[in-house]
């Protein structure tokens, strides 16, 4: 590997200086990076769809109306008059589902139980994906093609192929992509963010982030609805792409987050909620230089919920990831242990805490007498997703991007997506953004995880 990029501060510089010096490295570093997102509107290609006024109603549809996506329906219909919306379609494989969504809705809402046709309507502006993981670039791709903005839940893709296949659409397209990260709407992180940009914390050092839970029965061991049979889901769609097909299997449909054919366990679904925002604060998301992760599912919680199957994914997972310039990312997540790190920025000059609505930051004992400590308590929590649903609606009215946009979201699935590939291949995976290949330390390509290329795939 080359050497890494060295950043020093003299003791007897001044603040105002330092600042000055980190925006001039900052803007020459933005220029040279090929995949900043221009800002929506600027050096795009033109694509379908309608141009959303700021007093226009936007008209949304509903992909995907289990648990998470009914949440999504409550919420939307909650908010449609402050947000100036409407529900016009919601779809799932799910008869039972997406009759019950329909139902709920009201109104002129129409039920389909495939995307194709809700993404077909020339009325609806906006698609909310909340699938199973291996559906949601299908329905992201299909929904930007067709002229619509997309929320797409987290994480957002399975794989990391995916994740450049919505990048490169949303590119051509010029149409916003949210990802389901709803803790980047949270004011702490921007201000993080603003504090960053500014060189306060100096040349970032570590970052650390958690998202633990305990569950002695087993996390994601739902309960099995009565609807969940073979006549009311459609399961040669629900399964679509994966590679280890079986039959109808209800404890699958139910439980699916367990099993890597359609989920790569916490670290699709928990440590996003953590690395969007983290990477967000730095001030200037980057793509990974490597990421290892090591996992296991040693504590077989399963055995204490009947009718189950032993989970692929891991109980207990963490990931270190390298950025350029030095900078690292440790995250930890499991389902076995309640107890997290303390969540912060950790820089040479000083540290940054983060809290539900609150920024604290320390300067280091060097730099104590050049620097203040500064504390912003009472910003924007935004830990909800109406106020996710928002950023995306006033973005796409403003021509602005959403907080959890394309840019730092595959930035994070490369990470996400890396760290699943170190895990279950066991090598520490080099990345080159440029060309988008993976290797070892000794230079041997690494093949992207994908479809077919592992047995649980």
């Not at 019950?100 to 909310?128: L, M």
């Not at 305990?214 to 309960?223: D, L």
């Not at 699916?256 to 928990?270: F, Q, T």
């Amino acid at each position: 590997m080359s050497e890494k990029m060295k950043t020093t501060s003299e003791s007897g510089s001044t603040r105002r200086g330092f600042i000055k010096q980190t925006a001039a490295v900052a803007a020459v570093t933005a220029a040279a990076n090929p995949f900043v997102t221009p800002v929506y509107g600027q050096s795009q290609a033109p694509s379908t769809g309608r141009v959303i006024g700021a007093n226009d109603r936007i008209v949304v549809g509903f992909v995907g109306v289990g648990g998470q996506g009914m949440a999504h329906v409550r919420s939307v219909k909650r908010n449609a008059g402050a947000n100036n919306v409407e529900i016009a379609a919601a779809c799932d494989v799910s008869k039972t589902r997406t009759s019950e969504a329909v139902e709920y809705i009201g109104g002129e809402c129409k039920g389909y139980g495939d995307h194709r046709k809700v993404v077909d309507r020339k009325d609806i502006d906006v698609i909310i994906c909340s699938t199973v993981d291996h559906w949601h670039t299908d329905v992201t791709c299909d929904a930007l093609e067709s002229g619509k903005h997309v929320y797409c839940e987290k994480p957002m893709t399975r794989y990391l192929g995916e994740a450049f296949r919505i990048y490169d659409v949303a590119q051509k397209t010029g149409k916003l992509v949210q990802v389901g990260a709803q803790r980047t709407s949270s004011g702490a992180y921007h201000k993080a963010a603003a504090m960053n940009k500014e060189g306060l914390c100096g040349a970032l050092v570590l970052a650390t982030g958690s998202y633990m839970r305990n569950n002695p029965k087993g996390e994601w061991n739902y309960q099995i609805p009565g609807y969940a049979t073979a006549e009311d889901i459609d399961w040669g769609r629900w399964i679509g792409r994966v590679h280890k097909k079986v039959g109808f299997n209800a404890d699958h449909f139910s439980r699916w987050r367990k099993y890597y054919p359609y989920c790569a366990g916490v670290l699709g679904d928990l440590l996003p909620h953590r690395l969007h925002p983290l990477m967000l604060a730095t001030g200037n998301p980057q793509f990974p230089t490597r990421v290892v992760s090591l996992g296991n599912s040693a504590y077989r919680t399963d055995e204490n919920t009947p009718d189950t199957y032993p989970r692929d994914v891991d109980e207990n997972v963490q990931i270190l990831a390298e950025f350029p310039g030095g900078f690292n990312i440790f995250l930890t997540s499991g389902t076995v242990n309640e107890q997290g790190v303390v969540e912060m920025i950790r820089g040479h000059q000083g540290n940054m805490y983060l809290g539900n609505g609150k920024v604290e930051f320390k300067p280091e004992r060097p730099f104590a007498d050049e620097i203040d400590p500064e504390t912003h308590n009472g910003l924007e929590p935004g830990e909800d997703i109406s106020s996710h649903e928002k950023n995306l609606f006033d973005a796409i009215r403003s021509g602005n991007q959403p907080s959890a946009n394309i840019d730092l979201a595959i930035k994070v699935q490369t990470v996400v997506s890396l760290a699943e590939i170190s895990d279950r291949l066991n090598v520490m995976c080099l990345f080159d953004e440029k060309t988008r290949k993976i290797t070892t330390g000794n230079g041997i390509e690494v093949e992207a995880i994908t479809y077919g290329s592992v047995e649980l795939s």
